[in-house]
């Protein structure tokens, strides 16, 4: 809970340590866990160039 509230909130750790009280270097440690997991899991996905049809519909919406 600690590593989502610094990631999605951008809340200090220290703010986070009060919140779940776990110490500071534990929600440090969780949220780079989480982090390379987030990465690991969507890169391939995200990271990726687009296809020709995805270039098409973008273009086409940007031209709306």
Not at 47 to 61: C, D, G, H, T, Y
Request: hydrophobic share 40%; charged share 35%; glycine share 2%.
């Amino acid at each position: 809970m600690a590593a989502f509230r610094v990631l999605a909130y951008g809340e200090s750790y220290d703010r986070a340590d009060k919140y779940v009280r776990l110490s500071k270097s534990a929600i440090e440690v969780a949220t780079k866990k989480l982090t390379d997991l987030i990465a690991e899991e969507w890169e391939p996905v995200y990271l990726r160039p687009p296809s020709a049809e995805e270039v098409k519909r973008i273009l086409e919406r940007n031209a709306e």
